[in-house]
C-alpha cells in the first residue's frame, strides 16, 4: 500500500513564492523629477516624460501629470505602475465625491491630505507605493502646492520638486521665484530647472510637458524639447582635475 506523508513544514519553493507576491517589490519602470511652483495666477508643473527600465531610458512619451477632479494636477516620479494604481484609488475618490450631488468638490488640500494617508498607510504594512508625489491646484482662489514621500513625509511650499529636481532645481528655485511671476516668466524658469536637470541627471529626457492650473481649469502642452549646447569645457572632459577618478 502507497503511504502518503503529509508534511507540515512551509514551502519554500521559489514559484510558489514568486506567484503569491502581487506587490511591487522593486521599482521597474520608473520617471525622474517633477518640479512646480506658485505664480501670480495659478500653479505651473514641468515633468519629462522618461521612462527608466533600471538604468536603461527605454520609454520617452510617458504622461506623468494628470488632472484630478476640477481643481488639482498631480505629478509622479518613480515607479510608473504605482502611479497608475494611485490614480485609481484617486478616480475612486472623486467619483465617490461627485456621487454626492452636492454642489462641493475635492478641492487639492483635500487630496493631499488624502494622498499623505495612502502613502503613509501603505508604508506602515511594508508594502509602499514606490512614488514621489506633488499636488497643486486653486480652489476659491486659493494656491496649494505640496508634496509628498514614499514613506508620507508631506509638506506645503510655494515650489517643491522631486527626485533630483529637490538637489538641482531647488537651489535655483529659492534664488529666483517670486511671489508674483508671471505665466511667461514661471514657463521660463521651470524651463531653466528643467535644461540643468537634463544635463545633470542621466535619468531625464529632452522632451517635457508643462501644465498649467488656474481657477479657470487644468492645461498641459504638448510636448516639446528644450534648446540644448553641450559645447561646455565641463561635459568635454567631465573628470579633468578630478582626484582618483577613473
Same mark, same amino acid.
Given at each position: 500500500?502507497? @503511504?502518503?506523508?503529509?508534511?507540515?513544514?512551509?514551502?519554500?519553493?521559489?514559484?510558489?513564492?514568486?506567484?503569491?507576491?502581487? %506587490?511591487?517589490?522593486?521599482?521597474?519602470?520608473?520617471?525622474?523629477?517633477? +518640479?512646480?511652483?506658485?505664480?501670480?495666477?495659478?500653479?505651473?508643473?514641468?515633468?519629462?516624460?522618461?521612462?527608466?527600465?533600471?538604468?536603461? =531610458?527605454?520609454?520617452?512619451?510617458?504622461?506623468?501629470?494628470?488632472?484630478?477632479?476640477?481643481?488639482?494636477?498631480?505629478?509622479?516620479?518613480?515607479?510608473?505602475?504605482?502611479?497608475?494604481?494611485?490614480? %485609481?484609488?484617486?478616480?475612486?475618490?472623486?467619483?465617490?465625491?461627485?456621487?454626492?450631488?452636492?454642489?462641493?468638490?475635492?478641492?487639492?488640500?483635500?487630496?493631499?491630505?488624502?494622498?499623505?494617508?495612502?502613502?503613509?498607510?501603505?508604508?506602515?504594512?511594508?508594502?509602499?507605493?514606490?512614488?514621489?508625489?506633488?499636488?497643486?491646484?486653486?480652489?476659491?482662489? @486659493?494656491?496649494? =502646492?505640496?508634496? +509628498?514621500?514614499?514613506?508620507?513625509?508631506?509638506?506645503?511650499?510655494?515650489?517643491?520638486?522631486?527626485?533630483?529636481?529637490?538637489? =538641482?532645481? %531647488?537651489?535655483?528655485?529659492?534664488?529666483?521665484?517670486?511671489?508674483?511671476?508671471?505665466?511667461?516668466?514661471?514657463?521660463?524658469?521651470?524651463?531653466?530647472?528643467?535644461? +540643468?536637470?537634463?544635463?545633470?541627471?542621466?535619468?531625464?529626457?529632452?522632451?517635457?510637458?508643462?501644465?498649467?492650473?488656474?481657477?479657470?481649469?487644468?492645461?498641459?502642452?504638448?510636448?516639446?524639447?528644450?534648446?540644448?549646447?553641450?559645447?561646455?569645457?565641463?561635459? @568635454?572632459?567631465?573628470?579633468?582635475?578630478?582626484?582618483?577618478?577613473?
Amino acid at each position: 500500500m502507497t @503511504q502518503f506523508v503529509i508534511s507540515d513544514q512551509p514551502n519554500h519553493s521559489p514559484l510558489i513564492a514568486e506567484a503569491s507576491s502581487e %506587490r511591487t517589490l522593486y521599482p521597474y519602470v520608473t520617471g525622474t523629477s517633477v +518640479v512646480a511652483i506658485k505664480y501670480k495666477d495659478g500653479i505651473l508643473m514641468a515633468a519629462d516624460m522618461g521612462g527608466s527600465y533600471g538604468s536603461t =531610458l527605454r520609454y520617452k512619451s510617458v504622461e506623468r501629470m494628470k488632472p484630478i477632479g476640477k481643481h488639482s494636477i498631480l505629478g509622479a516620479s518613480g515607479e510608473i505602475s504605482d502611479f497608475q494604481e494611485i490614480l %485609481r484609488y484617486l478616480d475612486d475618490l472623486i467619483l465617490y465625491d461627485n456621487m454626492w450631488d452636492d454642489g462641493n468638490s475635492l478641492g487639492p488640500k483635500e487630496v493631499h491630505n488624502y494622498l499623505t494617508r495612502v502613502m503613509y498607510n501603505r508604508r506602515n504594512k511594508f508594502d509602499p507605493l514606490w512614488n514621489s508625489l506633488v499636488l497643486g491646484g486653486v480652489k476659491n482662489g @486659493q494656491k496649494y =502646492l505640496g508634496m +509628498v514621500t514614499m514613506i508620507g513625509v508631506n509638506f506645503e511650499d510655494n515650489h517643491v520638486a522631486t527626485g533630483f529636481g529637490n538637489h =538641482l532645481a %531647488r537651489p535655483i528655485l529659492r534664488a529666483e521665484w517670486k511671489d508674483d511671476l508671471s505665466f511667461e516668466d514661471g514657463v521660463k524658469l521651470l524651463e531653466k530647472c528643467m535644461r +540643468v536637470l537634463l544635463y545633470r541627471d542621466r535619468s531625464a529626457v529632452n522632451k517635457l510637458q508643462i501644465a498649467k492650473i488656474t481657477e479657470a481649469g487644468v492645461t498641459v502642452s504638448q510636448p516639446y524639447s528644450l534648446k540644448t549646447f553641450w559645447g561646455f569645457s565641463a561635459f @568635454q572632459n567631465p573628470t579633468a582635475g578630478a582626484e582618483g577618478s577613473w
